[in-house]
């Protein structure tokens, strides 16, 4: 960040380890920048949806199964996070509790998410498979597993 | 001897062109001390399956065993029997009698039992602290909030004791926060006292708080998930699973 | 059963509002029922009160077996009997003492009559022991003496050799008093004790006594004896003192008959009332008993909380009821009271409870409301624990309507059919039929009369009138049900309201040719012949002989029996009756009838004899009689005026004479000639009358308009228990409507936030329960009108022949009182679903 210009390095009393970083004009603006930034995460490339679309395609691998399993793994964690929320103290932990809220809500979302592809599974396969060039971005399967 | 057991378990409405298959040779055991959430598309039989379980409903096949006797030969009078000593119910609307207060409804069970009044009453107030209903005694359900009177309802449902609780969309006409609270006590019911509990939700986070989900789909169970397992053990039963694949 | 009773008592406290006006129901019917029926054994009570002789302590009484008076010679069998020490004929018979003579209704200080007891000096102190304070016995050659109890004394302020006057067939009897008894030997009774001459002479009764009292010998059975006098005497006689006023007592029973079936109906509407109450109650709690069920209620339970609840309302109702009854029949004695004072000089004392009363009405009332408690009960039972878990979706359309219709006009085939039997009681049965016709084919009703009427509410109101009309189509039963409430109302009030107007038309009718003559000489009690004291030929005389009298006529009176059935014979002169009076007939030809009467034994019977007893022209009635039993021909069934409700023969005064030993005049028709008026001939009989004190002149035109009054006053009673049988009608279809609001709460609130205004949603409701109304009232005057007829066919088959008036009165009253009804009984219930607030009405369960 030194290099960046975005903070200064000052040792005043000597000693290697133990310095003082100041922030520099240029570094507060991308600080401000950074707050003022929306989080929206991209759709990050899931592979779950690759194997579901893959095994459309394959007679060896029956979807709804994929499905099956996926959901199961899903709700251990989700159980998992929901035990774990509990033990927490909603008086002081609150902080880590909100984090694991998160999690939750986004395993919640999946799960829906997965219920949603269930219910239109037939639907989906009777339809042409997606052309390769509408195919999302990604890694071959054999790089990403 | 398992607290449930469902042997090909069948239900169908109607005949004919109307005929419609609830349930489709549905076997399950279900041990004591287990939270067990059913999940399901909608019309996927998982309501009748409670209801079977619970004898109010006949099934059209198969039978269900609660502590190892056959519930689907019962008389109507052994089989009401058997819910007011050994069952407790909690419904999506909470069905609460309007005209009783909070102790008397909590209190009904027993008073149907006849429970001298003076014992049922004490009783109750006890399950209503537990429910962190202390002081609302004397409320009538329409002086309480939802979220209340399901936890009023979740005390009726105990107050009798009852080996197994079965729970029927027990959150579905409540807010997120509220679902929480019911959620935290229905597990305790299994945690704390031991009781089997059997509940119907379609709320991914609700069913989170059992120890296993049965899925059903077109009145047949498609998936049985253990979910209290170490993450080692868990692993271990989901890679049993993905093999089956 | 604890569970039964909590949850009962907090649901129905939970409703006050219903519960106040379901057990109302029960009230009004209890009154009814209670208060009529404690009214008319308080007045049986004050009449036999007043008429019943008794004879004091004698070992045997022996009387003719039809109360009249028989032979003295009758005596001398008795001699020859073993077992019997002494005896001795008396005549006796209670005398009403006319104000003039200082009678006094009021009990305590006065007396409305005295009984005269005629004994023969020689004999009577052998049987009965006359104990006397003051004074002496009646002693051979005494004539126009007496001996007078001590109470009777003191009332009268009477002491010995003082004169007491009573009225006589001669006029009046001046009797000196020769001693006073002692109260122990009067036993508190009015009865004055004169020789036997005297009292024969008095009551114009020669040479007859109508009682015999004996003592038996000691160590002699007295059933023996007794078997062996009546064996001996023959079978006109019985063992007992003469009883009186049974005739009247009859006419009472069929009173109390009538009040029964006047209760019963007010309360089979509080049943319905509380059954319609009890569907909507079970229909509401659907989920609440589904859920008592899936937590361990059993079906018994679930049962037991609605019987349990109707079991409270009915035992709240009918204890209330029972109040409101004693207060209600007490209200009515006092008004009729008075009418009775005057008419009949008796007393009406306080209403009378009796056992068979207090328990019928206490079964009849909680009966009816558990009974009717016990359909939705079953309905209740049969509430699957599955209802506790989904919220049940809106009833469907009944798929049996049409089958029930067809059974339901079978059945309106059948009362109509059933009418033409003009048997009583098959017409009584086919109003029953045609009722539950009605309420059978009332779904299939439903949507013509809602198409009529809608469309004329539409045209006022076209948007709510169709939504209003397509909410009652959408349920046909259950706008039959709540329509059918206000159907019976109705139709009760239309009933009551044409029988009124037929009675009333016929009355008239009876009136102008009963009391057709221009006088009428009457005795102090104008129904209780048996009480009065008649008038020997001589006064009729004295009345043809006075100048401006073209014609007089009279009627006289004895009693008999027809197989213990008790008979008032009224004697009458059949060549002159007929034409200045007059019977009504029902049966035979007036001409014909009178002319046989001439002839030989013929009688005249009344309908209500003729109902009771089954009898037809050209029957041959065997009447018991003193001289035995004598058989006569039926050649008539006709009635007067006066002796209308009791049963009645009529035969020849010469036959009465022979048979019945009956020559005194009770009561007296006069004619004046056309040139005399009445400022000259009322003085002339007013003279005449003056020596007969127990007669008053009446003019026939003003009786007739206090009669009138009378009457009028009399349906007024009628009106009210219209009324009263009419309210419930207006409750139950108030509380239908609202449950209706009450259920329908969230579809409002979805019309409400659609866009529909307050007074849309008002306009809705009211035009639901107007269009109910309609159907109820359409329902109502069907019901109404063939109801009303088989009252006035019932009315005159007792006798009371009367022609059936259309209704149009009670129909237009019916049409505004059903709309009024319609508007009212949606008031609150339109403004609760108007102020429904459209958040919660969503959110409603």
Redesign the interface.
Known sequence: MVDSGLVTFSNANGQQSKGEYAITPTGHDELMNWFRMSNIEEPHQDPFYLKLMLSLELDEVDASRLIVIQRAALYQELHRITEQRQTLDPQNQLAQMLLMDKSAMHLEADLRWLDMIESRLDEVQRQPAPKPAMRPRGRPPSQNA | MATIEVKNLSKVYGSGETKVTALDSVNLIIEQGQFVAVMG?SGCGK?TLL?LI?G??RPTGGSVFIEGSDISKMS??TL??L???K???V???F?L????DAI?NTA??L????IK?DIARTKASEWLSRNKLDGRGNHRPDELSGGQQQRVAIS??MV?DPVIILA?EPTGNLDSRSSDEIA?AL?KIVTDWKRTVLMVTHD??I????DR?I?LKDGKV??D?L???S?GE?AK??KE??E?? | MRIQFLLAWRYLWGRKQRMVLTTLAVVFGVTLLFGLNSMIPGMMESFRHSMVTTSGKVDISISSDSNNPFEQSVLSDLSEIDGISQYTGILTKNVVLPESLGGSINKLTGASSVTVTGVDFATAQNVRNYSLRDGRFLEAGDTYVTVIPQLLADKMELKTGDTFTIPSSEGVADLKVVGVLSLSASAGLDEIFVPLATAQSILNLPEKINTIDALIKSGSDRDEVVASILAKLGPNFKSGAIQTGDELASALMMGESMMWLFGIMALAMAGFIIFNTFRTVVAERRRDLGMLRAIGASKQTIMGLIMVESLIQGIIGTALGLLCGYLFSLALLAGVGSIFASMLRVTIGAPVITTANLIGSIILGVGFTVGSGYFPARSAMKVTPLEAMRPTLGTMEYRQNNKRAIWGLVLLALALFGLLFGEIKIAGLSGVVFLVGIILIAPVMVKPVADIFGKLISSIYPREGKLAQGNLTRQPSRAAITASSMMIGLAICIALMAMITSIEHGFVRYLDKSLGTDYLLMPPSLVLGGGNLGANQGLIEKIKATDGIEEATSLRLASSQIDGTALQLIGLDPLVYPKIAGLEFSEGISEKAFEAMTMGPAIIVNGVFAITSNVKTGDVLTLQSPQGEQEYTVVGIAFDYLNAKIATGYISQTNLANDFNSESDVLLLVNRTPDATAEEVTPALQAVIKEFPTFSLIDSSEFKTEQMGMFKMAMSVFYIMVVMLAVPGLIAMANTMSINVIERTREIGMLRAVGATQTQVKRMVFAESVLLSALGTTMGIMVGLFLSYLLVKAISVIGFSTEFYFPTMGIIASMVVGLVFGIIAAMVPARQAANTVIVEALQYE
């Open positions: 598309p309501s209801h619970g109010l409903d109507d009078n009401t029997e819910r007011r000593r069952m407790g119910f419904f999506q609307f069905n009698i309007p005209v009783l008397e009904l069970p008073i149907l039992d006849g009044p009726r449902a009798s029927d935290v597990r991914p986070r069913a989170a708080y059992a989900i899925f498609v998936d998930t979910l209290n397992g993450n868990n039963r989901l699973k993905v089956s694949l």
